[in-house]
Structures are given as structure tokens and as C-alpha cells.
């Protein structure tokens, strides 16, 4: 059985990168990531679906351990992803998505060189702007800082092995399938077990 391949997908808020993960998941047999957390569970979230939800103590534990493939602390909580999870769905041949931040997505390049990551970029920055806007979120000063920042995320493009435009929905999502069937018949070190699978076949014939 092949292993399977890490797949990240990123990208500056708003971008639609979520939405292109939740119809994935509709289409393919995919994996996806579940993050672990130091916060409280929310109303309607459990734990190991939205989250693994650990204490303070277990989280640095693991991460002294180097058993998170990232991590980052948002506003007094720590996030991060475990490496254990995520390599154990990898060993039983499936593909997994990790859905993830820039900053992020740098942590796991280090720590998993093997992942291939996917940049999600919208169609402009003016339509960016109006999806964010369509929110009804933020103040139009936030909105501008937002878009400032995205300006700067942009510069992490050249680090990306693939850029999805999510211009049309449905196209978005058929070019990242495009690439992880691609990627799934990369001729790698892994194809050494394709050659070893042929090979004892024709010591059956």
C-alpha cells in the first residue's frame, strides 16, 4: 500500500481556502487534519471532530516531544497539529489536508519537507476586498489593514509548490483535485514499492 501525501492549503483570510477543503472532502476520500488546542470546547464542538482538546500542560509536553508538525498561540490559546495523527493516516495509504495559516504552513515545510502545499489566492484584491466586506464584520478601517497584510502574505507565493485562484468555486476545487492526482502518480521514492509489488507478481507467473 502507498503511503499517502500531506497536502496544505493557505492563503490569506478570505480567500475561500476553507470552502475549497469542505467540498474536497464532499468529493474525494480524503483525510482532514484535526488540530489540537489548549482553549475550551465551544457550544456543539467535540472533541477529536472540530478539535483535541488538551490542557496547557499536554500541549507544551508534546511539543517539547517535537510531536506537533506547528503550532502557534492565538490570543492566549495554543493550536498546533499532531504529527502522530497525521502520519499514522499517511501510513495507511490515505491523503491528508491540513488547512492552515502562512506561518503555519513555513512550520510544516521544516518539519514535514514531503508535505506539498497549495497557495489560495483570490481573483483580485478588489474582489477580495468586497467578499470581505460582504461579511459585514469589520470596520472599513480593519478591512484596510486586512488587505495590507494580505499584500505582505503574498510574498510567500515563490515558497509554494502549486497556486489555486478561487475566481469560479467549482473551478477552484477542480484544479486542487487536478494537483492531487497529479501528485498521487509522482514518480518518487515511493514508487520503489510499485516496483517491488511488480516484481513479485512475476515470481507468481
Not at 464542538?45 to 500542560?57: A, T
Not at 493516516?89 to 504552513?105: D, S, Y
Request: hydrophobic share 35%; with cysteine.
Amino acid at each position: 500500500m502507498s503511503k499517502g501525501r500531506l497536502f496544505v492549503i493557505s492563503g490569506p483570510s478570505g480567500t475561500g481556502k476553507g470552502t475549497i477543503c469542505k467540498e474536497l472532502l464532499k468529493k474525494r476520500s480524503l483525510a482532514l487534519s484535526v488540530s489540537m488546542t489548549t482553549r475550551q470546547p465551544r457550544t456543539g464542538e467535540i472533541d477529536g471532530v472540530h478539535y483535541y482538546f488538551v490542557s496547557k500542560e499536554e500541549f507544551l509536553e508534546k511539543l517539547a516531544q517535537g510531536g506537533l508538525l506547528e503550532h502557534a498561540e492565538v490570543y492566549g490559546n495554543y493550536y498546533g497539529t499532531p504529527r502522530a495523527m497525521v502520519e499514522e493516516k499517511l501510513q495507511q495509504g490515505q491523503n491528508v489536508i491540513l488547512e492552515i495559516e502562512m506561518k503555519g504552513a513555513a512550520q510544516v515545510r521544516e518539519s514535514y519537507p514531503e508535505a506539498i502545499t497549495i497557495f489560495v489566492l483570490p481573483p483580485s484584491l478588489e474582489e477580495l476586498r468586497k467578499r470581505i466586506r460582504g461579511r459585514g464584520t469589520e470596520t472599513e478601517e480593519a478591512i484596510r489593514l486586512r488587505m495590507s497584510k494580505t499584500l505582505e502574505e503574498l510574498q510567500e507565493l515563490p515558497h509554494y509548490d502549486y497556486y489555486v485562484i478561487n475566481d469560479i468555486l467549482e473551478d477552484a476545487v477542480r484544479c486542487t483535485e487536478a494537483i492531487i492526482d497529479a501528485e498521487s502518480v509522482k514518480v518518487d521514492s515511493t514508487v520503489t514499492e510499485l516496483i517491488r509489488k511488480y516484481e513479485e507478481e512475476e515470481q507468481t507467473l
